[in-house]
């Protein structure tokens, strides 16, 4: 089984402090993906990455900023948290290959981040 | 840009009654469209999946969704739903070739009332 895990489930921070998420993922996938989901948004991409060191931005990559230094693990950084970037935060990869490039992205539980 | 477009927001149905939930995509080319479910506290995960070949596509748990490629859509339907299929409902899309990311709809949340 695919298994794409995050660092924390719940996380509360205070407006100004550097925040950190990581997921990690056990397939040797190729692409990961930070979204954030809001309610009546849906999914939002924030940054993706094809490979180690490489990352694109997504449509919402403003205050964030992302690390892969590792194939298997993805950082989502907010620089400055604030409270309009309190939200559940989504990672996700899936594999490249052949015709099958586009196959499944498999997401992790979330981190639900409160920020006061 | 490509963009999704799912119309309802949230969907109240008694058990057994038959569902379809409406998704529109715009995208200048040749795309592969995807349903992703959440249940309440649960990862999303994959309904179904469309590239190529037949239209009707069926998926998971009796769900199926049809491609209509002249009125850009790919409408989520089941016979007959369940109160265990409460959750909300994501479609996806993203270009056929190339590397590119989903693109969600807002999502529709679906409530199954006994």
């Known amino acids: 089984d695919v298994k794409v895990t995050q660092s924390s489930r719940y996380l509360v921070k205070r407006t100004g402090e550097k925040v950190f998420l990581e997921c990690v993922q056990d397939?040797?996938?190729?692409?990961m993906f930070w979204y954030r989901q809001d309610p009546g948004l849906g999914l939002r991409l924030i940054y993706f990455?094809?490979?180690?060191?490489?990352?694109e931005k997504g449509d919402i990559p403003e205050g964030y900023s992302v690390s892969r230094e590792k194939k298997e693990r993805f950082s989502l950084i907010l620089e400055s948290a604030s409270t309009n970037q309190t939200s559940m935060y989504l990672c996700?990869?899936?594999?490249?290959?052949?015709?099958?490039?586009?196959?499944?992205?498999?997401f992790g539980p979330g981190t639900r981040l409160t920020v006061l | 840009a490509q963009s999704v477009s799912q119309h309802n927001h949230h969907v109240i149905l008694s058990e057994a009654a038959s569902l379809e939930l409406g998704c529109n995509y715009s995208?200048?080319?040749?795309?592969?469209l995807f349903w992703y479910v959440q249940y309440p506290g649960q990862h999303l995960q994959l309904l179904l999946k469309?590239?190529?070949?037949?239209?009707l596509v069926k998926g998971i748990k009796g769900f199926e969704a049809e491609f209509i490629k002249s009125k850009f859509s790919f409408n989520l339907r089941k016979p007959s739903v369940q109160w265990s299929d409460t959750a909300e409902y994501f479609c996806?899309?993203?270009?056929?070739?190339?590397?590119?990311?989903?693109?969600f709809g807002k999502g529709t949340r679906l409530s199954v009332i006994a």
């Open positions: 990455s094809y490979d180690v060191k490489m990352k």
């Open positions: 397939m040797d996938h190729e692409n």
């Open positions: 469309y590239f190529s070949g037949d239209p």
């Open positions: 996806a899309v993203n270009g056929y070739s190339g590397n590119t990311p989903l693109v």
């Open positions: 996700a990869s899936t594999s490249l290959g052949g015709l099958e490039w586009y196959n499944e992205q498999f």
């Open positions: 995208y200048g080319g040749t795309v592969n």
